[in-house]
């Protein structure tokens, strides 16, 4: 990697850490934190941050890869295991990343661009490089890196061969923006804008303003808007300062919007008592608002405005985007749109990294322009970087990355430009492979993900997997210390999908998975999924394939318990997991009270099993009125597992708790929980429109066609819809048959077109059915939201009289799912 290194002892006196350094000659070029994610392992500084589990097996792992070199909690005592490795010992190892980042900084003296506010900080930062770029050598945040953690990463990237720096800070609750303050040291300040209080952790709004406001803090210039200050009583930071609004007395007031320009907004703004104009090539009200804010910094730097207006002319859209689809050939296509650079590559080579469905990676690669640093270097960067994320072949595009062609020691091809490629692509071997396409902008890789990716029926599930990482740590952060977590993955995972949910369950490292019947666990198998799977129906026409796949089954008779046993005994198996479901209530699965004593006899005797788990199901976790018969199932539970645990002599990890059981009754946490409907979104606990939950799955469809009746003309089959005024009615591409219930219809169900929720009209269809649009902006091949973050599953539950799980899980497989990371 091309950075400044520095020595382990520098790196201690900035730290101000203990412990002895063995091995002085190591030095740092590379900061880490997550064993799963590491590069450059030879000049790497682990950081091994609190409040993660297990963080031991981290540094392990960590060690294991080739890092030598780690930040660690005084308290930690592993050190002696790895004789070889330095450890550096502090207080808080997330202030020492930090403290060495700041200092870092301090080596560059060009000016550096802060960005924060509450929404729009990774547009306006890549308007900004975009706009910028023209001029000036720019280090800028990859993607939305604007954490605590984030952003010293981001500020590491700093060298010498760039002449900007451009970093977002996003905080979410007081006392954090002092430390991204230290650690970008910003000369130069822009502020959004400031949403609501009450969403971003704070009471009022004007704590929030304050606190946003430290990161400017003797900045040389502020750009801002006076209406996000308003009622701010503390100082305006900014020895210079720039002010832009719409109507109102600022530097940049723009006084006039047309959009009659086709795709364009054409804006007027008095600066400096002239009109200017500009023309934007967005329409929507927060690109607006995000470009003038663009543009007041560029004309508070003093650049010339008519090359501001030039540039701002040709802006074009940050798609943040990383999607996985289903490709040709049995292939899986990773599409990365965000703007090529070594630090995005390698966030997606990640990613690509994480998926063991195909037993080959391949990367199409275009050659990336503006790097700012010399083409050999970039390119042995990238050489190394293929290597230790395991890519297996690379397909370059571009003359540049061509000529570097012998850098590289994976398979390879290269073609000069991306119409080549696509001429010849048919030459190219493509089958049962993971393909990341990367390209910069100007090589439009767009094309090549239309052939590679299969033909969309423009109905798709969009399945957000940040949102369920994050679902997944918020219940991580509700576990007792050492309690395990299984996953549910049946059903396709509540209807979200298959190997791709478990891949990243399993590089999140969840503890187990459970499916409902073996054929689901199977499939995982094949998409090279590790992880322990438990199977909760088991039968015994399928027990020895899911034996030959290291399937657990949940044995839940006696009768089963025997077949099972039966068949380990003929294929010489001992030892083998199984895992005990007992009825406590719900009296659906499981053994009995009075089959205890006989089960235990059996198991005693059978040394080809042993049991891994007991567990049992609560019939309603979920509501108040229900907790003294939750109670009494905890407590049967716990009394049986007791005598289980006794008689076997052995312990056995215990579960019980759902989703809404883990947080309502930590007490029934035992040694593992088993969350379901709470990873992907959706807690009765929380009450609806408050949940810390985020959103994991959107429904997506489109209008074919658009048509205008006269009050009394019917719509659909039985003509079972009548217009009662006259009006518009859109026909969008979705139906019974995709999963959306036939009682939805004739107005029981609802869809957002356009950011109106408009209700059907008339008899569902198979493929199709009818909204009525009347009164509101539509247009043929507009997009329509069947269910979002705005119009829930659980608003299509409450229109059904039904749970979302059945929404969710009826979803039909014919509706294309379509993963993606922003
Ligand atoms: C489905 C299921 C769960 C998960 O329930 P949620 O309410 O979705 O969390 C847990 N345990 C068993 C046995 C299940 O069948």
Wanted: glycine fraction near 6%.
């Amino acid at each position: 990697m091309y950075h400044i290194t520095y020595s382990l002892e520098e790196i201690k006196n900035v730290i101000q850490a203990e412990g002895n350094i063995p091995h002085f000659e190591y030095s740092v070029r590379t900061l880490a934190f997550d064993s799963r994610k590491l590069v450059d392992e030879k000049y790497a500084l682990f950081f091994a941050l609190s409040g993660r589990r297990n963080g031991d097996l981290y540094i392990k792992e960590a060690y294991q890869e080739g890092v030598r070199n780690f930040v660690v909690h005084k308290t930690y005592t592993g050190a002696s295991e790895f004789p070889d490795a330095n450890f550096l010992l502090v207080d808080d190892t997330l202030k020492a990343l930090q403290d060495l980042v700041a200092k870092h900084r301090k080596n560059f003296s060009y000016p550096v661009i802060a960005i924060t506010g509450s929404n729009g900080k990774t547009i306006v930062k890549e308007w900004l490089y975009q706009l910028l770029g023209h001029e000036k050598n720019i280090i800028r945040s990859p993607k939305s890196y604007n954490s605590q953690i984030g952003v010293p990463l981001s500020v590491w990237n700093m060298n010498e061969k760039n002449n900007m720096g451009i970093f977002e800070a996003g905080i979410s609750r007081k006392g954090e923006m002092t430390a991204l303050k230290n650690v970008i040291r910003p000369s130069i300040g822009v502020l959004t804008n400031i949403g609501e209080a009450h969403n971003e952790g704070f009471d009022y709004r004007e704590d929030k303003i304050a606190e946003k406001l430290i990161l400017f803090k003797g900045v040389d210039l502020f750009v801002y808007s006076p209406k996000y200050l308003e009622g701010y009583t503390g100082t305006i930071p900014g020895k210079k300062k720039f002010t832009w609004a719409f109507n109102q007395p600022a530097n940049l007031n723009v006084i006039r919007q047309y959009d009659g320009y086709g795709d364009y907004t054409s804006l007027t703004a008095v600066f400096k008592g002239e009109e200017i104009e500009c023309m934007l090539p967005f329409k929507d009200a927060a690109s607006i608002e995000n470009a003038v804010c663009c543009w007041a910094l560029l004309l508070a730097l003093k650049y010339d405005e008519d090359d501001v207006a030039e540039w701002i002319e040709e802006l074009h859209a940050v798609r943040m985007r990383m999607e996985l689809k289903t490709g040709i050939n049995n292939c899986s296509i990773i599409d990365d749109s965000y703007s090529l650079d070594i630090s995005s590559l390698a966030i997606a080579l990640d990613f690509l990294n994480q998926q063991n469905q195909h037993p080959k990676r391949t990367l199409i690669l275009s050659e990336i322009p503006e790097a700012g640093i010399s083409p050999k270097i970039l390119y042995k960067q990238i050489a190394e970087l293929l290597e230790s994320k395991s890519v297996d072949r690379l397909i370059g595009v571009g003359p540049e990355i061509s000529s570097y062609a012998k850098l590289f020691s994976t398979e390879k091809t290269f073609f000069p430009d991306t119409a080549t490629l696509i001429s010849q692509i048919h030459t190219i071997p493509i089958a049962d492979e993971t393909i990341l396409l990367k390209g910069a902008r100007k090589f439009e890789f767009e094309q090549i993900s239309k052939i590679l990716t299969q033909k969309v029926h423009e109905t798709v599930l969009e399945i957000n997997l940040n949102a369920l990482e994050n679902n997944l740590n918020h219940y991580k952060a509700h576990l007792k210390p050492g309690v395990k977590l299984m996953a549910m993955v049946k059903a396709f995972s509540y209807g979200s999908g298959s190997f791709e949910i478990a891949n990243v369950l399993q590089f999140n490292r969840v503890d187990y998975l459970a499916v409902a019947y073996a054929d689901e666990g199977i499939s995982l198998r094949e998409a090279g999924v590790t992880l322990p799977i438990m199977v909760m129906n088991p039968d015994l026409l399928g027990f020895e394939m899911m034996i030959a796949d290291k399937l657990e089954p949940e044995i839940y008779s006696l009768r089963v318990l025997n077949d099972f046993i039966e068949v380990l005994k003929k294929k010489n198996k001992n030892h083998y997991p199984i895992h005990i479901k007992l009825d406590t209530g719900m009296h659906r699965l499981g053994f009995s009270t009075e089959d205890i004593g006989p089960m235990l006899k059996i198991i005693a005797k059978n040394p080809s099993i042993v049991v891994k788990s007991a567990f049992s199901h609560f019939t309603s976790s979920e509501d108040p009125l229900s907790d003294d018969l939750t109670h009494e199932q905890i407590n049967l539970f716990t009394s049986i597992t007791n005598v289980m645990e006794k008689t076997l002599g052995y312990s056995i990890i215990k579960h019980i708790a759902n989703t809404s059981a883990i947080s309502r009754f930590p007490e029934a946490q035992f040694d593992m929980v088993r969350l379901g409907i709470g990873l992907y979104g959706i807690d009765g606990t929380y009450p609806a429109h408050k949940s810390p939950l985020e959103t994991v799955a959107r429904l997506k469809t489109c209008i074919s066609q658009i048509r205008e009746l006269k009050k009394g003309d019917t719509v659909g089959y039985n003509r079972r819809g009548v217009m009662t005024h006259n009006g518009r009615v859109a026909t969008v591409k979705i139906g019974y048959a995709d999963g959306y219930n036939r009682q939805l219809g004739n107005g029981t169900g609802k869809m957002l077109v356009n950011g109106f929720l408009v209700p059907t009209i008339g008899n569902i269809c198979m493929d199709m059915c009818m909204l009525d649009i009347t009164g509101i902006p539509a247009e043929e091949g507009d997009d329509v939201l069947v269910f979002d973050e705005n119009h829930t599953v659980n608003d299509i539950a409450d229109q059904l009289k039904t749970i979302p799980y059945e929404v969710l899980t009826s979803i039909s497989q014919r509706v294309k799912r379509i993963y993606y990371y922003e």
